[in-house]
T-cell receptor
Framework: GQQVMQIPQYQHVQEGEDFTTYCNSS?????IQWYKQRPGGHPVFLIQ?????EVKKQKRLTFQFGEAKKNSSLHITATQTTDVGTYFC?????????FGSGTKLNVKP | GAVVSQHPSWVICKSGTSVKIECRSL??????MFWYRQFPKQSLMLMAT?????????EQGVEKDKFLINHASLTLSTLTVTSAHPEDSSFYIC?????????????FGAGSRLTVL
């Protein structure tokens, strides 16, 4: 299947520190989406990026789509314990959604 | 907002039996639903695309005779794990795509945790 690489696999931060996860594809993407999965839960849609170089913000979360539309990042400023979970990027290939490997974020209070 | 209901949320079965998992879109019609499998601490692996009124499309390496998918209506897709074995134990999640707010967004069911003894 199509591959979307995501790093890092795990990230442990102290509450208040920043966090970033990166997603890369070898092919140009029409769009990229980000999802969050809390422990024991199911993925929940966060945002979709469509335009080259697009930057979107949701409170402390900043999402960016690369100029070449092959990579994307999610940055969380001043993490809180409520940010704990696994963050996935997802890309649409031939009308199917393929997910990155995910980055598990643990926030120590 | 769009809601997808999936059940059962967990099921334990004996090896050799079959298990059916249902996925329903509650407030929208879903011509396409996606079935994912998630192993512990791993990502979501797309198993198949369920198409209303036609055969499902399976990803490479997924046995279509083992994982039977039926999408009989615009609001219901089912996944049947046939002759289940311990290696089929996993977290199965369905999702449906909808175009609310202009984006082609996936809404997930709560998932079904299957344990095969």
């Amino acid at each position: 299947g199509q591959q979307v690489m995501q790093i890092p696999q795990y990230q442990h931060v102290q509450e208040g520190e920043d966090f970033t996860t990166y997603c890369n594809s070898s092919t140009t993407l029409s769009n990229i989406q980000w999802y969050k999965q809390r422990p024991g839960g199911h993925p929940v849609f966060l945002i979709q990026l469509v335009k080259s170089g697009e930057v979107k913000k949701q409170k402390r979360l900043t999402f960016q789509f690369g100029e070449a539309k092959k990579n994307s990042s999610l940055h969380i400023t001043a993490t809180q314990t409520t940010d704990v979970g696994t963050y996935f990027c997802a890309a649409l290939f031939f009308n199917k959604f393929y997910f990155g490997s995910g980055t598990k974020l643990n926030v120590k209070p | 907002g769009a809601v997808v209901s999936q059940h059962p949320s967990w099921v334990i079965c004996k090896s050799g039996t079959s298990v059916k998992i249902e996925c329903r879109s509650l407030d929208f019609q879903a011509t396409t639903m996606f079935w994912y499998r998630q192993f512990p601490k791993q990502s979501l692996m797309l198993m198949a695309t369920s198409n209303e009124g036609s055969k499902a499309t399976y990803e490479q390496g997924v046995e279509k005779d083992k994982f039977l998918i039926n999408h009989a209506s615009l609001t219901l897709s089912t996944l049947t794990v046939t002759s289940a074995h311990p290696e089929d134990s996993s977290f199965y999640i369905c999702s449906a795509s909808h175009g609310a707010s202009g984006a082609n967004v996936l809404t997930f069911g709560a998932g079904s945790r299957l344990t095969v003894l």
